[in-house]
């Protein structure tokens, strides 16, 4: 076995200028950790960015919320002077211009007439007034404008409401409970427009940080998902959506002729 | 002529810009830069001048290492202030090096540079500048490094006292081999341009502060 052994002699100079050289390669290590510093700073900034822009958002969208809520009131309002108050009035009307002093049994009969319609007037003005109450109602809690909103829907006749509240629903963030109010409202206005429904049941729960608003009814029911692909399923992707902004999931479930359950699932705190 | 070198033009010329940008700024902690940097001025020309006629100038640099020590000491924790960091970790690093400085210089029977004591508060010094880096990475809030004159700072100081590690490593080795001509010394060449870039990024600084003062006015 050859062992060969080199024996090197390194002189001072050489040593010297490898102390210059390894300080010249000690100056490069900092130029690549700034250049990191600067790129994962400007990722920050773009993460920044990003952030600003989906609270404009938000708050666009919340804006949004706010205006239909408010534009769904004043229709509904719209809708009960036109063909409730309205029609009251003009009955009132007519049967005062038919009233006869003379007769006297006849008029006693109409001025009854009057007073059971002026009655009924005064009783849809009140209705109104609690409707647009229900809006302000928002600020104390949303289980009571929810229940306002319900109030207003079974004078109608239209529907028997089953309402069960296991949970009041208290969010500490007020635009969070408008976004709700706004997906509760836009869910009954499905059910009035398509549904074709006779009764409707609404469940208030609280389960596990979240709060869970269950809306069922009896109607005709629709395909979720060839729906979803339509026109019509832009209002239930917004739904959805809106949900999602808030943190929290729709879940919609319909089989025609068997109804439409759509599930709300809200979480309590951010 | 004999005072104009690389080191002292280099800090002449950053002294000259903090006197610029700094003078009327509000924070005390960069208005002490000037007087630092003029420390550093009188410590590189005093240095040449000891150098050309008592042929050492270790005295001027042990002297002017305990006021480096003090002020770079003392502005790190004022960048750190931001981040609610205590002044007893300040105290006790100033307190330590104090120790470790006399002690040196004792065993040395004040005739020597106090290389040790340099070549560790270069380390702690690159090590403030990391934890400074760390910090910037870890907040949450943005904010725009590439003009910002804290951030240029640091790096100045991180370029220079990373640098100079070998060359205080090897502080003995070199004060006994590298010694023939002065102005063509591996040392003397590498701290020529270690200032360059320290004073470079200085400077840059200096103008992002003054920059941004008259921004916020």
Redesign the interface.
């Given at each position: 076995m050859l062992v060969i052994f080199i024996h090197m002699q390194v002189s001072s100079t050489e040593i010297i200028y490898l102390i210059g050289l390894c300080s010249i390669i000690f100056l490069i290590a900092p130029v690549f950790l700034i250049i990191y510093v600067l790129l994962y700073n400007r990722r920050k900034r773009k993460h920044a960015e990003e952030k600003v822009a989906m609270q404009i958002n938000y708050e666009n969208e919340l804006l949004r919320t706010q205006m239909e809520v408010q534009e769904q009131t004043f229709k509904t309002i719209a809708y009960n002077l036109h063909d409730n108050i309205g029609q009251l009035l003009s009955l009132i009307t007519i049967t005062l211009s038919s009233v006869n002093v003379n007769d006297s049994y006849k008029t006693a009969e109409k001025i009854s007439i009057i007073e059971d319609l002026t009655k009924r007037s005064m009783k849809e003005v009140k209705a109104l007034s609690r409707l647009l109450h229900g809006e302000e109602l928002l600020g104390k809690g949303l289980t009571a404008a929810i229940e306002a909103e319900l109030d207003f829907l079974q004078r109608s006749d239209r529907y028997k409401i089953n309402f069960t509240k296991h949970a009041d629903i208290v969010f500490d963030d007020s635009s969070k409970a408008i976004i709700v109010f706004r997906l509760f409202q836009e869910i009954i206005n499905n059910i009035i427009q398509h549904a074709r429904a006779t009764e409707i049941f609404i469940t208030l729960e609280q389960v596990a940080g979240m709060y869970k608003i269950i809306m069922r009814d009896n109607g005709v029911g629709f395909d979720v998902d060839q729906t979803m692909t339509t026109k019509t399923g832009m209002g239930l992707l917004n739904i959805t959506k809106r949900a999602a902004m808030i943190k929290g999931t729709a879940y919609i479930s319909s089989v025609p002729e068997h109804g439409t359950v759509i599930i709300l699932n809200i979480p309590i705190t951010d | 002529m004999i005072f104009i070198t690389y080191n002292t033009v280099s800090a002449f010329l950053c002294f000259l810009a903090a006197l610029i940008f700094l003078v009327k700024d509000k924070d005390p902690a960069w208005r002490l830069l000037i007087l630092f940097l003029l420390a550093s001025c009188a410590a590189e020309v005093l240095g040449v001048y000891m150098r050309r006629v008592m042929h050492t100038n270790l005295a001027v640099y042990n002297i002017y290492l305990l006021v480096e020590c003090g002020f770079t000491s003392y502005f790190y924790y004022h960048l750190y202030n931001n981040y609610k960091h205590k002044l007893r970790w300040l105290l006790i690093w100033l307190g330590a090096f104090s120790v470790m400085y006399i002690t040196e210089l004792m065993l040395n029977h004040f005739s020597d540079f106090a290389s040790v004591s340099a070549t560790v508060m270069s380390v702690v010094f690159v090590l403030a500048s990391?934890l400074y880096?760390f910090l910037?990475?870890q907040d949450d809030r943005?904010?725009?490094?590439?003009t910002s004159a804290p951030?240029w700072w640091v790096?100045g100081a991180?370029?220079f006292y990373?640098?100079?590690?070998?060359?205080n490593l090897?502080f003995d080795?070199?004060k006994e081999?590298?010694y023939s001509g002065y102005s063509r010394s591996?040392?003397y060449?590498?701290f020529i341009?270690?200032n360059i870039?320290l004073y470079t990024c200085w400077l840059f600084s200096f103008i992002c502060r003054y920059r941004q003062r008259k921004l916020s006015t």
């Open positions: - | 990391l880096y910037k990475l943005f904010e725009p490094l590439l951030f790096s991180l370029f990373f640098g100079s590690t070998a060359c090897f080795f070199l081999h590298d591996v040392r060449s590498v341009l270690l870039i």
